[in-house]
């Protein structure tokens, strides 16, 4: 079952670029920085009223998020729901004819696991599935 917004995430050039926005100008703190070698990114995390800000830096040019940047630009990438339970929640959005990305839950940032739908099933958003790890 979704439990709440868990983060949202943010494709960014250079970690080391966007950062200073975000202390400097919004006063927030980044949290952690982290290699997801399986996603293919390096990642920064904000706390902000529950929820986090997920900075996405690709380390590699066949990462998603190098795609992305180079069709779309810096800009929001997706939108993540923490659940109890991604395999369940997997499966739910499967039944009810959502093409899914993952069609396992695979290691994600923080420890958790995380899957995503695809957006042209999700109307026009990216959408990810996370649960358990930390923030």
């Known amino acids: ?15 080391e670029d966007a950062i ?4 400097k100008a919004l006063g927030l703190k980044c949290e952690r920085i982290e290699e997801v070698a399986s996603q293919k990114v390096r990642t920064a995390f904000f706390a902000v ?21 180079e069709s779309k630009g810096e800009g929001i990438h997706h939108l993540a729901f923490g659940t109890d339970d991604v395999a369940a929640q997997l499966g739910q ?11 396992a839950p695979v290691p994600g ?23 358990g790890g930390e923030h």
């Open 20 to 23: 200073p926005f975000y202390e």
């Open 49 to 69: 009223g529950g929820v986090h800000i997920e900075l996405l830096e690709p380390t590699s040019p066949e990462s998603p998020i190098a795609k992305f940047l």
């Open 93 to 103: 959005a499967k039944q009810a004819g959502v093409r899914l990305i993952n069609e």
């Open 109 to 131: 940032a923080g420890g958790k696991q995380v899957a995503f739908l695809h957006p042209k099933s999700t109307r026009g958003v990216l959408t990810e599935l996370c649960s």
């Open 1 to 15: 079952m979704i439990q709440c917004i868990d983060h949202l995430g943010i494709a960014v050039h250079k970690l």
